[in-house]
């Protein structure tokens, strides 16, 4: 199964890897156990602040934009002095590329439960529900993302058009199959992505706007759950599901 790899998106867009694969923090042969504790110890605190770090990022670009933002405002953000966003990232471009990655790769990995195995109903209600959740949790990130793509993703177009494309058409695979045996409704497998993407990614992208029609400052837990419930239900009826 085509999975996209942190790895693969930081690599193709030139980031740090940093908190994006996993640390291998190797040791002599001769190290003794205190030498792995203490290399333990450091590689927690590294994967803490890049954390941090990424997090207030996607606060700071997410309001700001890439030309808006700057290393000052982000590690203010953070609470982290400026010198440990160059540290860990270097550049602020490397920085926002890192922000870009870990979405993505955020974003892509509840694809795991469609398999040809899986109860169609219950995967794709799994998928939308876990694409709403980082919605709700994580809006910045995806209005980040948004802005890249509305200014012709200069950092992950060739991503979108090659490993994206790939598990797209591999997943979209899965449900003709479904489709086929008569286990849901004939629709289009590839379309499907796109509007399951575009009904969940509202509520964070144009959050004033909803927020704006139901006549609300934030929207609230019981929004968000009446969001939900309506994506799913609406989603699963035109999926012969329901």
Same mark, same amino acid.
């Given at each position: 199964? !085509?999975?996209?790899?942190?790895?693969?998106?930081?690599?193709?867009?030139?980031?740090?890897?940093?908190?994006?694969?996993? $640390?291998s923090?190797?040791?002599?042969?001769?190290?003794? !156990?205190?030498?792995?504790?203490?290399?333990?110890?450091?590689?927690?605190?590294?994967?803490?602040?890049?954390?941090?770090?990424?997090?207030?990022?996607?606060?700071v670009?997410?309001?700001?934009?890439?030309?808006?933002?700057? +290393?000052?405002a982000?590690?203010?953000?953070?609470?982290? !002095?400026?010198a440990?966003?160059?540290?860990?990232?270097?550049?602020?471009?490397? $920085?926002s590329?890192?922000v870009?990655?870990?979405?993505?790769?955020?974003?892509?990995?509840?694809?795991?439960?469609?398999?040809?195995?899986?109860?169609?109903?219950?995967?794709?209600?799994?998928?939308?529900?876990a694409? +709403?959740? $980082?919605?709700?949790?994580?809006?910045?990130?995806?209005?980040?993302f948004?802005?890249?793509?509305?200014?012709?993703?200069?950092?992950?177009?060739?991503?979108?058009?090659?490993?994206?494309?790939?598990?797209?058409?591999?997943?979209?695979?899965?449900?003709s199959?479904?489709?086929?045996?008569?286990r +849901?409704?004939?629709?289009?497998?590839?379309?499907?992505?796109?509007?399951?993407?575009?009904?969940?990614?509202?509520?964070a992208?144009?959050?004033?706007?909803?927020?704006?029609?139901?006549?609300?400052?934030? @929207?609230t837990?019981?929004?968000?759950?009446?969001?939900?419930?309506?994506?799913?239900? @609406?989603?699963?009826?035109?999926c012969? $599901?329901?």
């Amino acid at each position: 199964m !085509p999975v996209i790899s942190v790895r693969t998106v930081a690599s193709i867009a030139g980031t740090p890897l940093g908190l994006l694969s996993r $640390l291998s923090m190797s040791t002599p042969d001769n190290a003794t !156990p205190a030498d792995g504790e203490v290399a333990t110890l450091k590689g927690q605190i590294r994967q803490a602040n890049e954390a941090r770090i990424l997090a207030a990022a996607e606060r700071v670009f997410a309001g700001a934009g890439f030309g808006g933002a700057t +290393m000052a405002a982000i590690a203010e953000e953070a609470a982290l !002095p400026k010198a440990n966003l160059h540290y860990y990232f270097g550049a602020q471009q490397a $920085l926002s590329r890192a922000v870009l990655a870990q979405t993505l790769q955020d974003w892509l990995a509840p694809t795991e439960v469609i398999t040809p195995q899986a109860d169609p109903k219950a995967a794709i209600e799994a998928y939308i529900r876990a694409k +709403m959740t $980082l919605s709700i949790q994580r809006p910045h990130a995806s209005r980040v993302f948004a802005n890249e793509l509305l200014h012709g993703a200069p950092v992950v177009k060739t991503l979108l058009a090659t490993d994206l494309r790939q598990l797209v058409l591999c997943k979209a695979a899965v449900f003709s199959q479904w489709i086929a045996d008569g286990r +849901m409704a004939p629709v289009d497998p590839v379309h499907l992505f796109f509007t399951i993407w575009a009904a969940t990614q509202t509520y964070a992208d144009f959050e004033v706007q909803v927020c704006a029609v139901l006549g609300a400052t934030v @929207l609230t837990p019981p929004d968000h759950q009446r969001a939900t419930e309506h994506v799913v239900g @609406l989603i699963l009826r035109g999926c012969g $599901l329901a």
